[in-house]
């Protein structure tokens, strides 16, 4: 039987997503050997500046006019936000990942508007793959996609963080990233709006202990760093890391903060579950299913309910070796079953339903 010939549709670097890329890379370890997969990334891949109207550009009209040129017998989308793809792609061979769509609920009203228009597009693709059941239900209710082009495909942790790294490589991370002795909060990801990064900064000031914060991935803005320093706080950015530096920093951290307003999914709260590291996240619906009570929730608008959980958290050794065992058990259990398999019956199913409206 001939294998499938599937072009795999990237972002662009500049949007410092690192879940979606994350996600990217993980389809297509999954596909290997699976079907015929093609890459394909916007041109220019990396912009020399970046402002809302260059990202318009390229997804709305650069990376459009490219994809037009592909042939392949089916076409993966892997970032929602590149729906305008759908424009240039046949709409009954294309699938599409929605990670979330909290794009509608934050930021101001003109790029609210601008993302409903793009992600209202998602409804004419073959099928709408969401990440979790809550994004799935957010799709559903958000933008009427029918339920039979809407299909759950949920991340898989990458079994290599449920590994612990060895002494010397936990040792060669905070040397190398020159961290303090003492506990530390983690952050890893984008500093969005929607990562709730100022009532973080809030909870460390209202905990009753004083630990600093060590921040991978993205930097704080300008405004983030003046409250830091208002707050006294102190954070040290240590930008990205490789996958091995992360874990070992998961294994070295005290806690894990992710008190986002909105999630689709939580990498890095799963991977420090996988580490043992326990998390408080806020009580938002995709965070609630991904860590299904292995983890303290908190209310993201309260930052003193924050601060009170490291308070608590810290200040109980049993407690927190309990939420680190819970953690790993759950951990567990995101990494099982095979993401290569599910990607696979969904496209088959795309492509059997092209031949069928062929044949008729």
Not at 6 to 19: D, M, N, Q, R, S
Not at 112 to 120: I, K, L, P, Q, T
Not at 268 to 282: F, Q
Request: charged share 25%; glycine share 6%.
């Amino acid at each position: 039987m001939k294998r499938l010939r599937v072009a795999l549709l990237h972002g662009f670097a500049e949007e410092e997503l690192f879940g979606m890329e994350a996600y990217a890379a993980r389809v297509t370890a999954a596909l290997s050997n699976r079907c015929q997969a093609i890459a394909v990334r916007p041109r220019p891949a990396s912009l020399p500046w970046r402002s809302p109207l260059t990202t318009w550009w390229v997804k709305s009209w650069l990376y459009p006019r490219q994809v037009r040129r592909l042939d392949a017998d089916l076409y993966h989308v892997l970032d929602h936000s590149h729906a305008d793809l759908l424009d240039a792609l046949p709409a009954d061979a294309t699938v599409i990942t929605c990670h979330d769509l909290f794009p509608l609920a934050h930021g101001p009203a003109w790029r609210r508007r601008m993302f409903r228009r793009r992600v209202a597009k998602l409804k004419r693709a073959a099928r709408v793959i969401a990440v979790s059941e809550a994004t799935a239900a957010a799709t559903k209710a958000a933008l009427g996609v029918a339920d039979d082009r809407l299909v759950v495909v949920r991340n898989r942790l990458d079994r290599f963080f449920l590994a612990p790294p060895s002494a010397a490589e936990t040792e060669a991370v905070v040397e190398d990233c020159g961290l303090p002795d003492t506990p530390f909060a983690l952050h890893v990801g984008a500093v969005h709006a929607y990562k709730n990064v100022e009532g973080m900064l809030r909870g460390l000031k209202a905990a009753r202990v004083s630990v600093p914060l060590v921040k991978v991935g993205a930097r704080l803005t300008r405004r983030q760093r003046r409250l830091a320093a208002k707050l006294g706080i102190t954070v040290h950015e240590i930008g990205r890391r490789s996958q091995g530096q992360l874990r070992a920093l998961y294994h070295r951290a005290a806690l894990l903060l992710s008190p986002s307003w909105d999630e689709g999914y939580g990498w890095p709260v799963a991977e420090a579950m996988a580490c043992g590291l326990p998390a408080i996240v806020s009580r938002t619906p995709a965070l609630v299913e991904l860590t299904a009570g292995a983890a303290v929730e908190v209310d993201p608008a309260d930052p003193r309910a924050i601060g009170e959980s490291i308070t608590v958290l810290l200040g109980d050794p049993a407690g927190w070796a309990a939420l680190a065992e819970r953690g790993r058990r759950r951990a567990a259990e995101l990494a099982e079953g095979d993401l290569g398999d599910e990607l696979i019956a969904v496209y088959e199913a795309v492509a059997e339903g092209r031949r069928v409206r062929c044949a008729s």
